[in-house]
């Protein structure tokens, strides 16, 4: 199969027409909607004593039906638990890596100090075990974990190692929202894999080419929790979808195929104030959205994605190379006796934050390296063209930047090259503004993850210590980017 690695492309390709998709298979090869949603085991800690085991391992999984072929997860052949953590408590983890490379756990959006986060820095060998305590304090949330090695994020990933978390603060049943895991409350991990025809991914670290670590990797299958075009039975009425896009660099642009409305109530960080109704949700990789679907009407209906607007032409997901949707997955409202029959008017408010208290402020500017003559590269002509942040590539031995515990700052992203999904580890952030205008409503409370275009102001509140020994991160969560220079480090005291 053809696959993006034998196309010669320079720079100049985004918005141009380039001819190059005709070699997307999309979802339409192996029968759509056959497969049902595989739901993830769920761990929840409390009712294990607060002692959560994983088991960091490589397995078999059939992307396609017989041909199995060599996947990586936690305690499963592909991806893992979802493990629900109740605020308040302390979670004894205990992560064993049973790979043949080194590996670490990275809580995605948890708020812990940086001994705990996970970083490149707190290596698990292979045949050792870690074991952090992980105190959970913070508001009900949907985060995940996964990998975070330097140099061997992307292809861990890639090979099937991530997991979700749900944050539970006791909230969900004072909203009245769905909270049945498994029945009206989904884990929804959607992923894009380039599928060899013996079944196989493929993913080699040391025959990536420039354009690989530009654009990141794109596969032309859409997996949903590890399998290709699922079908998901769901009560006839309100059920959450827990959206993460898990992907190593493609940003999906989800809605239904019916184009019904839906609602977001949570954003990487946890609640929005109220209910935002969409008819289409951008996800970059690593964000999370919960969302509320109405299937009263006990229609069945498609999610499906459309072109990566930030990719132009390169990003058209449709099989014939047109700007078409493709399906995700199908959902077919069955009869249940668990049932949520609205969506609730109101949720719970982010506190206000401002920009006039942050103690300082600061730049970042993203750098793929990719299309050097692209006017953002003019206005910063001093600036070397290296895949980095700041002109400087990441060195794991150099502290980029140091925080006051307690404070907030703003820091102004800004984008070279194309949009990149930047994140920063062990705090939360506000929008302030996003490509010059205040945040749209469903990206107006706590973040993690922001996709910038161009450019974005945030107010990161510091809350979470980290040390020299145990820097926390921040870096474009296109995994090979990451991977090629483009993160830093922080410390907070
Ligand atoms: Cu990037």
């Known amino acids: 199969m053809l696959t993006r690695r034998n196309f010669t492309i320079g720079c100049g390709l985004l918005g141009s027409s380039v001819a190059v998709l005709g070699a997307r298979l999309g979802i339409t090869d192996p029968a759509p909607f056959n497969t049902p949603l595989p739901i993830p085991k769920l761990i929840d800690a409390a009712k294990q004593a607060s002692a959560v085991a994983l088991k960091v391992i490589s397995g078999r999984h059939a992307f396609v039906k017989g041909k199995p072929t060599l996947t990586y997860g936690y305690s499963a052949p592909i991806l893992g638990p979802v493990i629900r953590l109740h605020q308040g408590d302390a979670v004894e983890m205990t992560v064993e890596n049973a790979l043949d490379v080194a590996t670490t756990v990275h809580w995605h959006g948890l708020l812990v100090p940086g001994y705990n986060d996970g970083g490149p820095q707190q290596l698990i060998h292979p045949g050792k075990t870690w074991r952090p305590v992980l105190k959970i304090d913070q508001p009900a949330a949907t985060l995940w974990f996964h990998p975070h090695p330097h140099h061997d994020t992307a292809r861990q990933i890639y090979m099937g190692l991530a997991g ?3 944050v539970d603060d006791g909230s969900d049943a004072r909203l009245g929202l769905p909270r049945t895991y498994g029945i009206d409350d989904l884990p929804i991990i959607i992923q894009d894999r380039t599928i060899d025809s013996d079944g196989s991914i493929e993913y080699e670290n040391n025959t990536l080419n420039a354009l690989d670590i530009a654009y990141g990797a794109r596969g032309e299958t859409i997996i949903v929790n590890g399998v290709i075009a699922p079908v998901a039975k769901v009560p006839p009425g309100v059920v959450r979808l827990r959206l993460l896009n898990a992907a190593n660099a493609q940003n999906f642009e989800l809605r239904f195929n019916d184009k019904r409305t839906f609602y977001v109530i949570a954003s990487d960080g946890g609640f929005l104030a109220a209910p935002v109704p969409v008819k289409q949700l951008t996800i970059s990789p690593a964000e999370r959205f919960e969302v509320l679907v109405d299937f009263a009407d006990g229609k069945a209906v498609a999610l499906e994605t459309g072109p990566d607007e930030e990719m132009g032409v390169f990003g058209r997901v449709a099989p014939d190379g047109s700007a078409d949707y493709v399906a995700v997955m199908r959902f ?7 049932i949520v029959k609205r969506v609730p008017k109101r949720l719970i408010a982010p506190p206000l934050v401002s920009s006039a208290s942050a103690a300082r402020r600061r730049q970042f500017i993203l750098d793929s390296g990719l299309c050097a003559s692209r006017p953002q590269v003019n206005a910063h002509a001093d600036m070397p063209a290296l895949i980095g942040i700041n002109g400087k590539s990441f060195d794991i031995e150099r502290i980029d930047v140091e925080t006051k515990l307690g404070t907030t700052e703003v820091w102004e992203i800004v984008s070279i090259g194309m949009a990149h999904p930047f994140h920063v580890h062990g705090a939360l952030f506000r929008i302030v503004s996003i490509e010059g205008a205040p945040p749209p409503a469903h990206l107006a409370g706590w973040k993690d993850t922001v996709l910038v275009e ?6 990161v509140a510091f809350n979470q ?29």
């Open 332 to 338: 077919e409202p069955a009869p249940n006796t668990t």
């Open 465 to 493: 210590p980290a040390t020299r020994e145990h820097p926390f991160m921040y870096h474009c969560h296109i995994l090979e980017h990451e991977d090629a220079g483009l993160m830093g480090q922080y410390v907070c005291a």
């Open 164 to 166: 979700m978390i749900i």
């Open 454 to 459: 161009d450019k974005a102001e945030i107010l």
